[in-house]
């Protein structure tokens, strides 16, 4: 089996785990996966598939400027250029950006902010913050439509290896070692901001 064929079915793996939560709705979201380093080069979702089945053409191996790598009638998800920035500052081996409803509420809610911190709960783990005190805060950066501009805002927060930013009224991008952890740091946030809008709710 080929390194390329290895990270595919690796991809198509997490892809089908977010489907079945119903993370993917209206054919939103995007999945990418590092096939190579030198030069760069990755697999991302094609643009408008239905990501609740599984084809021959779910994903297409792009180059570090997100451009097919190969001759395709497919074309790159429009978030592409973010997981490019991703691979190009970090060793991260895959990113995953879903829209949900939690996750636009919560950027929404604390959008003026610029973050959300999150304390004393267990799912921060999720991020290697172990300590008692520690803080997992995940920037809320604003949604612009012109992709490079969005992509020049995003890339200021990616300051390590694995993390998440949240795109307001949009959605959240995950990145990590490889399709186990990112999806990993996903289910976290997730879990997190679902448990921060039940808070909200109870307090009122």
């Given at each position: 089996?080929?390194?390329?064929?290895?990270?595919?079915?690796?991809?198509?793996?997490?892809?089908?785990?977010?489907?079945?939560?119903?993370?993917?709705?209206?054919?939103?979201?995007?999945?990418?996966?590092?096939?190579?380093?030198?030069?760069?080069?990755?697999?991302?979702?094609?643009?408008?598939?239905?990501?609740?089945?599984?084809?021959?053409?779910?994903?297409?191996?792009?180059?570090?400027?997100?451009?097919?790598?190969?001759?395709?009638?497919?074309?790159?998800?429009?978030?592409?250029?973010?997981?490019?920035?991703?691979?190009?500052?970090?060793?991260?081996?895959c990113?995953?950006?879903?829209?949900?409803v939690?996750?636009?509420?919560?950027?929404?809610?604390?959008?003026?902010?610029?973050?959300?911190?999150?304390?004393?709960?267990?799912?921060?783990?999720?991020?290697?913050?172990?300590?008692e005190?520690?803080?997992?805060?995940?920037?809320?950066?604003?949604?612009?439509?012109?992709?490079?501009?969005?992509?020049?805002?995003?890339?200021?927060?990616?300051?390590?290896?694995?993390?998440?930013?949240?795109?307001?009224?949009?959605?959240?991008?995950?990145?990590?070692?490889?399709?186990?952890?990112?999806?990993?740091?996903?289910?976290?946030?997730?879990?997190?901001?679902?448990?921060?809008?039940?808070?909200?709710?109870?307090?009122?």
């Amino acid at each position: 089996m080929t390194e390329l064929h290895e990270k595919w079915l690796e991809l198509a793996d997490v892809k089908d785990e977010l489907a079945i939560r119903d993370w993917f709705m209206g054919t939103s979201g995007n999945l990418a996966i590092k096939v190579a380093d030198d030069p760069l080069e990755f697999l991302v979702t094609a643009s408008g598939k239905d990501k609740k089945k599984r084809t021959n053409e779910d994903f297409l191996l792009v180059d570090a400027n997100g451009q097919p790598a190969v001759e395709t009638l497919l074309k790159p998800s429009a978030e592409t250029l973010l997981h490019c920035a991703i691979y190009k500052k970090t060793v991260a081996g895959c990113s995953l950006h879903v829209h949900t409803v939690a996750n636009n509420v919560i950027s929404e809610l604390y959008g003026d902010a610029g973050k959300i911190d999150f304390q004393g709960q267990e799912l921060i783990k999720a991020f290697g913050l172990w300590k008692e005190d520690a803080v997992l805060t995940i920037p809320i950066i604003p949604n612009y439509a012109d992709i490079p501009t969005l992509t020049q805002e995003f890339e200021a927060f990616i300051t390590a290896d694995k993390g998440a930013v949240l795109i307001r009224n949009h959605g959240i991008t995950v990145w990590g070692r490889d399709g186990f952890e990112a999806k990993k740091l996903l289910e976290a946030c997730e879990f997190l901001f679902q448990y921060q809008l039940a808070v909200q709710l109870h307090l009122k």
